[in-house]
């Protein structure tokens, strides 16, 4: 009877998660068509000799579009993050029958998947936040590869060229393989009758004449404007296909440009500009029609032996050790759930609904060793609790997840925050901030 009412709640549980994605599907098809109409007025203007008044116009309408993309963001991504939290739950009750698992994975992998769309429209409204460390290149390409060989078709060849040496760089690694993996499936979609697609990495340095000696590998002309003189980590993606013109090269990297008709979002490649630039780096293209084309992304190179890749999910995050967190959250789902993520996590929870309510429970308890909290909640945001609790306890560290335009890092350090975790997020981010901050000596001084 026990082992019945488990599988109906937990298929009356997924009932409901698929009822939510069908309002969120409706909803973004709604915004999508608001961003479409924008889209338009633009490309009206981008037919005009657009100087003055016209060309303000075409950067108010664009900033629009922007502010538009971050709402639409920040309303999915609170969804997509109680989702999640639910799913990997969800996947680790030991209820959970095998008949229902992969059904259950298949939604976690779709709630995946919309995040990543989210994040797209996040980077072209620049509204994220990069998790930079210093990633060996070379094993980062060799990770990609592997998962392409499953992707692409068997009539295009995959070709890995590392050149020896020194490849790292200090890269947010899941954002560069987005970029990595969206040029590779559009080297794929440009090659329909096979071909070769070729991944490269070596090191560049551009730099004045006198000062080249001793280096092996130089350029001194810069190859793309606007590139300084400095050591870069280059990555090459190219293809055999159809080639690329140049009035469309010309427009490559704007927003909501495609050439794939419906299908396309025009996202993928200004995706990919915006966070090559995040990167403090430089992208180029070259290509000739039926000649195939070629994508060179120069990163800043750092100096670092070793980097490396975990796993995602629940199974592989830190654990606590019975640690205090307050969770400050004034949506009720991602903070029911997100309790119990950090229980099952190892640590003790105390919830709160807004900043005034999280003095409270603060005072309440005694003190806590952590305080997470969102940054924009009625009576009280994140940003004004956490000034407070510090004049109480002047040692006291707090991490942020929001997801709208966080505050500048600077900012936020002075007040005691050590982080900021961007929504939509899955367990394992929100985890390895927490470890990061709990063991952090240093604290801000108070305000």
């Not at 140049?246 to 704007?254: G, H, N």
């Not at 009280?380 to 609790?389: D, E």
């Amino acid at each position: 009877m026990d082992e019945r009412k488990a599988k109906h709640r937990l298929e009356t549980e997924l009932s409901e998660l698929r009822q939510r994605f069908a309002e969120a599907n409706r909803r973004l098809a709604e915004a999508e068509a608001q961003i479409a109409e924008l889209e338009a007025e633009c490309e009206l203007l981008d037919g005009l000799r657009v100087t003055g008044e016209e060309q303000a116009s075409q950067q108010e309408r664009l900033a629009v579009v922007g502010q538009l993309a971050g709402g639409i963001a920040h309303d999915f991504g609170n969804f997509l993050t109680a989702s999640i939290f639910h799913i990997e739950l969800l996947l680790h009750d030991p209820r959970l029958s095998p008949e229902l698992a992969p059904t259950v994975a298949t939604l976690l992998d779709g709630s995946r998947r919309t995040a990543q769309l989210v994040r797209q429209i996040l980077d072209f409204s620049r509204r994220t936040t990069l998790k930079t460390q210093p990633i060996d290149l070379s094993s980062f390409v060799d990770d990609v590869a592997a998962i392409l060989r499953h992707t692409i078709p068997e009539n295009i060849r995959l070709t890995i060229e590392l050149e020896p040496g020194n490849h790292v760089a200090s890269v947010d690694p899941a954002r560069i393989e987005q970029v990595l993996m969206n040029l590779a499936l559009n080297a794929r979609d440009a090659m329909p009758e096979g071909g070769e697609l070729r991944i490269g990495l070596h090191r560049v340095v551009t730099a004045s004449d006198e000062s080249l000696a001793g280096v092996e590998l130089s350029l001194t002309e810069v190859p793309v404007r606007g590139m300084p003189a400095g050591e870069w980590v280059c990555l090459a993606v190219s293809d055999t296909g159809t080639g690329i013109t140049e009035d469309v090269q010309k427009r490559l990297f704007e927003p909501f440009f495609t050439t794939k008709g419906e299908e396309g979002t025009g996202l993928g490649l200004a995706q990919v500009y915006s966070i090559v630039t995040q990167h403090d780096g430089h992208i180029g293209v070259e290509s000739e029609v039926g000649r195939g084309a070629t994508f060179r992304i120069y990163l800043p190179a750092c100096g670092a032996e070793e980097a490396g890749m975990s796993a995602r999910g629940m199974s592989a995050a830190p654990r606590g050790n019975g640690e205090v967190i307050l969770f400050v959250e004034d949506e009720e789902r991602i903070r029911e759930l997100g309790q119990q993520i950090l229980e099952l996590l190892g640590y003790r929870v105390l919830v709160a609904g807004n900043g005034v309510d999280a003095l409270e429970a603060h005072r309440a308890a005694g003190g806590v060793d952590l305080v997470i909290t969102d940054m924009v909640m009625p009576e009280m945001g994140g940003q004004a609790l956490v000034q407070k609790l510090r004049t109480v306890d002047p040692e006291l560290k707090a991490l942020a997840i929001t997801g709208y335009p966080p505050a500048s890092s600077e900012e936020l350090a002075e007040i005691g925050v050590m982080g900021t975790v961007q929504k939509p997020f899955e367990v394992e981010d929100l985890a390895q901030a927490i470890r990061q901050a709990l063991d952090r000596v240093d604290t801000a001084p108070a305000s």
